[in-house]
């Protein structure tokens, strides 16, 4: 496979590298809600670049990036996995429980909502939050369109 040459634009700039450079792992869960939400995928996989891209470059609100802080029921302790509130398509709401290795430059994807009721339930027991929902599948090539 070739990048076209804007691909090959996009691949030379260091402000599109959250594009190309990092490794995006997913669980089953996450695995499983793109598989049955086929027509998210676009949008999901677009929230999880964007997460990236705020992490990297320190853009993003702490409240948006972090939004178990929100959860008085959650104890910040147990937290191996910190909530995003992505944006909503307005019919869908991204939200995802995700770690972010700078070191490694790779996004685990632990679990994720496309329901906001169902977040707000589950998230402030914890859920997604505490503990690894599975072991992680990598999908960069699929969410980044190119081979590595």
Same mark, same amino acid.
């Given at each position: 496979m070739y990048l076209s040459?804007?691909?090959?634009?996009?691949?030379? +700039? @260091?402000?599109?590298?959250?594009?190309?450079?990092t490794?995006?792992?997913?669980? &089953?869960?996450?695995?499983?809600?793109?598989?049955?939400?086929?027509?998210q995928l676009l949008f999901v996989h677009q929230q999880m670049r964007?997460?990236?891209?705020?992490?990297? +470059? @320190?853009?993003?609100?702490m409240g948006v990036l972090y939004h178990e802080k929100s959860? &008085?029921?959650?104890?910040?302790?147990k937290v191996k996995y910190h909530l995003y509130k992505g944006a909503s398509n307005g019919q869908t709401a991204f939200r995802l429980a995700?770690?972010?290795d700078e070191k490694e430059d790779c996004l685990y994807a632990n679990y994720l909502w496309l329901d906001h009721n169902?977040?707000?339930?589950?998230?402030?027991?914890?859920k997604g939050i505490y503990e690894e929902d599975s072991e992680f599948i990598d999908i960069t090539?699929?969410?980044?369109g190119v081979g590595r």
């Open positions: 040459a804007f691909g090959q634009f996009l691949f030379e +700039h @260091e402000k599109y590298k959250h594009l190309f450079a490794t995006y792992l997913v669980s &089953k869960q996450v695995a499983n809600m793109l598989q049955h939400n086929h027509h964007e997460l990236v891209k705020k992490l990297k +470059h @320190e853009e993003g609100d959860f &008085k029921t959650i104890d910040v302790r995700y770690r972010y169902r977040y707000e339930r589950e998230a402030e027991r914890g090539k699929q969410l980044a």
